[in-house]
């Protein structure tokens, strides 16, 4: 346990943490940090300890900070604008604590909404793809939470907030299901093409986050530790670039989700074609 990192994971019982803790518990020393102790099953994760990351007073939380190295930051409250104010306070929270706590670094569930309004665009035979390096734009407050989380992290990469630099990855996870093709009408190909190009598959997701974890440098041109990475397989449908996380953390997908799901994109395209 001595040669582990130690890595701490808010929403701990939610569905994104679902999916990496069965590789984090083998590869970590894990702390595992939730309202809740209880995943959407009803059923309990094991070695979840309660904490309200909300709270203002960081010493409630702070003794779970000491000694590690990397905080993934999972936790969210749905729901109306002001839950997206909390998380905001939540996210404020972590990185502050990060910071006080000497954490290196922070890995933030951010997501696609974060600059969704761009994929109105696509849909709307307006854009192509879009990049990590485009100014993040939503027309929804999740996104436009989603969003702040990358701004306020990148506040604090720069050294700026107690003259110490917290490194920071934003991860804009896409479509984390296998479901997503069950849902599309063979008459609307776009939801299709939307289906299969923000497939993240469970490996590729741990991987995206064991990289972004463990990379050793992960400074911008100007020496900021600061990185957003869309969280998507190599899929051929891809609308939302990875190039950017091929090249600074080595992202090396395994799964498209064009050969995954080839019987059902065959079934659809029969459909699409009335035989």
Not at 75 to 87: L, R, W
Request: proline share 2%; aromatic share 10%.
């Amino acid at each position: 346990m001595a040669n582990k990192r130690k890595v701490l994971v808010t929403g701990a019982s939610g569905y994104i943490a679902g999916r990496i803790l069965p590789a984090f518990r083998e590869r970590y020393e894990l702390v595992l940090l939730d309202v809740k102790t209880t995943n959407r099953q009803g059923e309990e994760v094991d070695g979840i300890q309660i904490a309200d990351l909300i709270h203002p007073d960081r010493d409630r939380y702070r003794a779970h900070f000491k000694g590690v190295d990397a905080v993934v930051h999972c936790g969210f409250k749905g729901g109306s604008f002001e839950n997206e104010i909390a998380n905001v306070q939540m996210a404020y929270n972590v990185y502050h604590t990060c910071v006080e706590e000497d954490v290196r670094r922070v890995v933030v569930c951010s997501s696609n909404h974060a600059a969704d309004y761009y994929e109105r665009l696509i849909w709307a035979d307006k854009w192509d793809v879009v990049t990590t390096d485009m100014r993040p734009l939503s027309d929804n407050f999740y996104g436009w939470a989603k969003e702040t989380y990358e701004h306020l992290g990148f506040v604090f990469a720069t050294g700026h907030v107690d003259g110490k630099k917290l490194q920071n990855v934003q991860l804009r996870i896409g479509g984390p299901r296998e479901t997503d093709l069950d849902r599309v009408d063979a008459k609307d190909l776009k939801k299709i093409h939307r289906a299969l190009g923000a497939y993240l598959s469970v490996r590729d997701q741990v991987q995206l986050f064991v990289k972004s974890i463990e990379t050793e440098n992960i400074e911008d041109e100007n020496g900021v530790p600061f990185q957003i990475f869309y969280g998507v397989s190599d899929n051929s449908h891809n609308f939302w670039s990875i190039a950017h996380a091929r090249k600074v953390i080595g992202y090396a997908p395994e799964d498209n989700s064009q050969v995954k799901f080839s019987e059902r994109i065959a079934e659809l395209m029969r459909e699409a074609k009335g035989e």
